[in-house]
Structure formats: C-alpha cells, structure tokens
C-alpha cells in the first residue's frame, strides 16, 4: 500500500486539482519546509517582491483561474497580506492564504520567538474576520479533513481562506479519512417555479425591459448563460462597475457600465427609462450605484442575487441565481421585440494630432480603438479607474479592478496574477502615479518572467483622485522618471509621451514587443481629470465637507 501523503503534500495535490498551477509568495524559515515540498510538486512557485503583492496576484490569478493561493511566513509574512485579503473578501475573490507557523512543539513551550507578536492565536483570530473559513493543521490525524474543509469553503462561498501550518506538521503523514458529504444548497422547487413565472409574465408585457449584470454572475460562473439569455430574450445589458467585463463588452447590445450619475450618460437614460430592469448578480454598493445617485425604481424591477429573487417589493428565499437564470431562458418563449442596439464605445478622432498635448479622454478613446482580443486589461484605483470604465474589453473576465473596495495598489501585482494565469493574454496595466509608487516593484516580476504586458503609467503628478476632493500638500508626491524604471528593474521596454504622436509612437513599439514588458509614462495635465472623476469628486467632497 502507498504511504499516505504527508500533510504538505496532500494540500499541494488538492491545490493542484483545484486549478492551482502557481503558488505567490515570499519565504521565510517558518514556512521553508512547505517551499520545498511545492518545489518537488507539479506546482510552481512565483517570488514576488513583497506579500501583500503576492496576495493580489492570487487575487488576480483566482479571478482568471477560479481559484489563486499565496505561501507566506508568520507573523510579518501573513500581516502583510491583510489589506489585499480583505480586499478579496470584499470581492469574492477566492484566494488560499497558507501562512507557516512556529513547529507544535516549539508553541507548547510558549518562548519568546522571532516574529511573535503576541499569543499564538491571534494571527488566525485576524484572518477569522476576512476570510469564509480557517484552519489551523496541528492535529494530524485531521489535517486532511481540515484541508478538504476549507478548500471546499472557497470554492463554494467564492471568498479567501485561511490555513496556518506549522512547519514541525508539514511532512508528518496525514490520516486518510472519507470526506464529509457536501451540504448541498439548492434551490426552493416552487418558490423557483413561482418567482420564474412571475418574471416571464412580467416581461410579456412590458415594452422597454433591460438587464444589468453585475459580479455575482462572474463569481457563478453564469457567463455563457447571461449571453444566451441577452440574445434569447432580446434585451440591451448594461453591466455594474464591478462587474464589468461580466460579458463581452462588443456584444451588440451591450450599453455600458451602468453607474447612476458617475457612469456615461447615455447607458444611464436607456437603464433608466426602462419599464422593467432584470438585476442579475447586483451587489447594491455605492459603487456600483454611482454613490447612492442610481434611480432605480423596485416597482419595475427584478432582482436576483445569489440566494434570492425580489420582485417589486416582494421577495422569494431560496431561490439561487444559477436555478433562476436558466430555468428563465427555458420559460420565457421567443420575444417578438426587434434586437436592440448597443451604444459603441470611445473613439479618438484624428489620433494623434502631432504636437497636441495628450488629455485623458483621448486617451482611452485611442487605447479602446487599440484595444486586441488577445489583451486582459488590469485597473489600479485612480483616475485610470474612471476612465476606464468607457473602455469596451472583447472578451468577458477581461477587465480586472478592485472596483468596489478599491485598494490603490492592486494593478500591477494582479496583473501578475494574470499574466501566469492566462499566458495566452496580454496584460494591459492602468495605473496611476501614485498606485504605481506602492506596488509598481511587480513590474520586476514580469520582467522576470518575461512577459509581454503593457503598463501604461497615468502620471498627472500626485494623487488627483484626493485633491479633486479636498487639496493640500499631502496630494504631492515624489516625481518618478518611470519611463526610466528598466535601468533598475530589469529587462523593461520604457517610453515617455507627453503628445499625441509621441504617444502613438510608444503604444505601436509596446504593441511590437513580445518579449519583455513595456511601460509607456503619460504625462497629463493635473487639471485635465476624466468627467467621471469630475462627477465623483463633486460628490464625495459635498460629503467630506459634511
Ligand atoms: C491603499 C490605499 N490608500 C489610500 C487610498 C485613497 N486614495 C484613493 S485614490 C488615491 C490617489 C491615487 O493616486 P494615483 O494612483 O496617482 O491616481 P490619481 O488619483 O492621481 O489618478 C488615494 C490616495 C486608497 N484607495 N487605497
Ligand atoms: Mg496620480
């Protein structure tokens, strides 16, 4: 009989048939036992300069892959990855975090360790609030179980876990056990059946129906699904912020993100004027509602979300998104509604106009022309964020931002994520001057790694999302020659563009290059902000000034 793997061993194989081909992280000694048996496993491990990095290309890579995972050390490994985690949660984004830990033994005798910080609990008590479950694996003869336990909760709620190994445990023989059954959550069959019948007849009569899909589509895997139901039912779709790319954004009905009074205006008054609104997979955030300004009427509305369906003011339990959405397309017979037309994205007419100084609206409208089937575009938080929302990605899950619990800092690493992910895409990296300064080091990485993505760098010289609310010098920061970054970082293509062709210039030699990086430095004026940031700034300074 083959021996039983050990424990470390037995969570590789589990990551490995999950999907997880790639492990992010940082070493250190409480977790370099672990580090060695992912070495002698078929996954990879991928160095990043710092871990809360590491955390956001699992981020990015679980986003593309369906599940990403991370392998720190304790205490000042796992403590750097708390914000990104969150920001996970936040998402529902399914990320394993594997800290190690000092060895059982070592803990019964309760010493004054490097990296303690205070009780041995407390490091797992943190991640108990950011993640859906955790697991300290210091009892063998349970470990497999624990394991299971827990790389079932991520798949299942969509949301990091969290499990500490301590590093006398990791090749210790685990104990083979059958697995727990798991709990199945289905749907209600009649309040199914009603809530559908319901929706149909409401559609039936109305004359002007639309469809927002929001991120719980992606998180449900209901991609395909909601195209057949767009074409099958005739409707335009507008998608929420952060769940944009949730289908293809050339469909031709696709109207745009739709973001109340933040969003593009034209995807508002088609949203709006409609007299019935099927809300799929919506998280009702002040993102995503353009900061409370969506007028969004529930006497006209479906709502179904992951576990329930509203209609009207009315609500079926137990009823789950994944049921609702085909059993919909099966009851609702062919619509005699003619198809309806999208609205196109951006455009930069005449681009480039020789010696114009280059302006945020051209371009994204230059970058949406450029924009290949081949390219997965990453967003950090910023003005890149709010003009990027125009931006019409070809292919669904192509647009990566931590959109609603925006984290300044996210781009570059989850565009890490992506790159080894997907290594038949091409990154596509927005990012301003300031996100860049906190996490920009990734770009070493892909350097390293040697991929080809784009990083188009949106210097308007500090932090221009704060002072269009309230500013002062703490808006300032350190001028970076970033176009210069390969000098340092390795093997790193660099431009700097101040006009319009020099611009074209870069973007067709970033465009040409297949081996290495690009970074592409734009310099805006910090007065020319996009009209979305505009809107938003106006907004949230009203509420900073109370
Ligand atoms: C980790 C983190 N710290 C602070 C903030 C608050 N914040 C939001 S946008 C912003 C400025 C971003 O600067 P930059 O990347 O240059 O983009 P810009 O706003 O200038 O377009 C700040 C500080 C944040 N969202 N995340
Ligand atoms: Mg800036």
């Known amino acids: 009989m083959a021996a039983a793997p050990t424990i470390g061993e037995y969570l590789l194989d589990k990551l490995y048939a999950a999907g997880v081909a790639h492990v992010f992280g940082v070493p250190g000694d409480y977790v370099l036992k672990f580090y060695d048996q992912i070495v002698k496993s078929p996954i990879q491990h991928v160095g990043t300069t710092r871990e809360d990095t590491a955390a956001f290309a699992a981020d990015g890579y679980a986003r593309c892959r369906g599940l990403g995972a991370l392998a720190v050390t304790y205490g000042v490994g796992a403590l750097n990855v708390v914000n990104a985690v969150a920001g996970a949660h936040a998402e529902s984004s399914p990320v394993v975090v594997i800290s190690g830990a000092p060895g059982v033994r070592e803990q019964r005798e309760d010493p004054l360790i490097h990296h303690r910080f205070g009780p041995f609990t407390f490091q797992r008590e943190i991640f108990d609030r950011i993640t859906c479950a955790t697991a ?107 769940g944009k790319s949730v289908i293809g954004e050339r469909h031709p009905a696709y109207l745009g993100v739709y973001e109340g009074a933040m969003g593009p205006q034209a995807a508002r008054e088609r949203i709006e004027a409609a007299d019935l609104l099927l809300l799929l997979g919506v998280a009702l955030n002040d993102v995503d509602l353009g900061v409370y300004t969506a007028q969004l009427d529930p006497k006209h509305m479906v709502r179904a979300s992951q576990g329930e369906v509203m209609i009207r003011h009315h609500r079926y339990p137990r009823v789950r998104l994944r049921d609702f959405v085909p059993l919909l397309i099966k009851k609702c017979g062919p619509q005699g509604r003619s198809r309806p037309a999208g609205i196109p994205g951006p455009t930069a007419a005449g681009f480039p106009k020789t010696g114009e100084p280059m302006q945020i609206g051209r371009l994204i409208g230059r970058l949406n022309e450029g924009l290949t089937p081949d390219m997965v575009v990453v967003c950090d938080v910023g003005d890149c964020l709010f003009a990027a929302v125009e931006l019409r990605v070809h292919e669904r899950t192509e647009f990566l931002a931590s959109a609603f619990y925006t984290t300044m800092g996210f781009g570059m690493p989850a565009a890490l994520g992506a790159a080894v992910a997907r290594p038949d895409r091409r990154p596509l990296v927005l990012v301003g001057d300031g996100a860049f300064q906190m996490t920009g080091t990734e770009l070493s990485t892909l350097a390293r790694i040697g991929s080809n993505a784009i990083v188009i760098v949106f210097n308007n010289k500090g932090y221009s999302t704060e002072r269009f609310i309230l500013d002062g010098p703490f808006n300032d920061i350190a001028p970076w020659r970033f176009h210069a970054i390969g000098k340092l970082f390795g093997d790193i293509a660099g431009y700097e563009a101040a006009t319009e062709d020099a611009f074209e210039d870069a973007w067709r030699r970033a465009l040409a290059t297949r081996d290495r990086p690009s970074l592409i430095e734009v310099h805006l004026s910090p007065s020319d902000p996009s009209p979305a940031m505009k809107r938003l700034a106006q907004n949230l300074r009203e509420k900073v000034e109370g």
């Open 136 to 242: 300290v694996l210091d009892d063998p003869p349970i470990a497999f179980r624990q394991i299971d336990r827990v790389l079932a909760a991520a798949q299942h709620h969509r949301r990091p876990v969290y499990l500490e190994l301590p590093r006398d445990v990791v090749d210790v023989a685990g104990y083979p056990m059958p697995g727990e059954a798991p709990v199945a959550s289905s749907s209600d069959p009649a309040a199914l059946d009603e809530a559908v019948l319901e929706t149909v007849s409401l559609l039936e009569s109305s004359k002007a129906p639309a469809l927002i899909a929001g991120v719980e589509i992606h998180r449900s895997g209901l991609q395909d699904t909601l195209v057949q139901l767009v074409d099958h039912l005739r409707l335009p779709i507008a998608a929420t912020l952060s």
